[in-house]
């Protein structure tokens, strides 16, 4: 496990459109999946002890930002015959273990994970109402801590929502390394 903080913000660059099937079996695409405020894209897996230690966080401030009109999808862009965590099957036991409410897709040619430029798991990304980035950092002060500290994300989407731009200092996020295939 190589341990990496995510890079600076890239602010204002918008992803390509992406159709995909989630570990839900649901079929959609990012921008048919965008709420009226925006997306959130998280890149986590089931093996990181990062994420693990924020699964509930991840659960309760998804929700929180859905009723300010953002949706979140979340992607596993790791090599999977790596950890037999991030299987399919590990994925739908930590979808229900952690109750995540949102699509779940496994980036199998990790070329989403490779176009985001994502470095760990794990890995926020927030993207408003026009698909430009606004936020990418971490999810809160208290980092891999169970407990909430301050929800930098959420207050992060709410300025942006506001006002159109984020003031606050954005803080990388920590965690595994994206698992590369060779």
């Not at 990388?172 to 060779?182: D, E, L």
Request: with cysteine; proline share 3%; aromatic share 12%.
């Amino acid at each position: 496990m190589v341990l990496l903080n995510s890079s600076t913000c890239n602010f204002d660059w918008m992803p390509d459109n992406f159709n995909f099937t989630s570990l839900q079996e649901e079929e959609n695409s990012l921008y048919n999946l965008l709420g009226i405020n925006g997306i959130l894209v998280m890149f986590i897996c089931n093996h990181c002890p990062y994420v693990i230690s924020i699964e509930e966080k991840i659960s309760l401030e998804t929700k929180r930002i859905k009723k300010l009109g953002v949706n979140s999808i979340a992607i596993m862009s790791n090599d999977q015959s790596l950890y037999t965590e991030d299987s399919d099957v590990g994925l739908r036991e930590q979808i229900k273990r952690a109750n995540f409410n949102f699509p779940y897709v496994v980036d199998r040619t990790q070329e989403l994970g490779k176009k985001f430029e994502a470095q760990c798991t794990p890995e926020f990304y927030y993207f408003n109402n026009l698909i430009k980035l606004k936020y990418r950092g971490r999810l809160d002060s208290d980092g891999k801590k169970s407990s909430m500290g301050k929800p930098e994300l959420y207050y992060a989407i709410e300025e942006t929502i506001s006002k159109g731009y984020c003031s606050t200092r954005q803080y990388p996020s920590m965690g595994c390394s994206i698992k590369w295939k060779n």
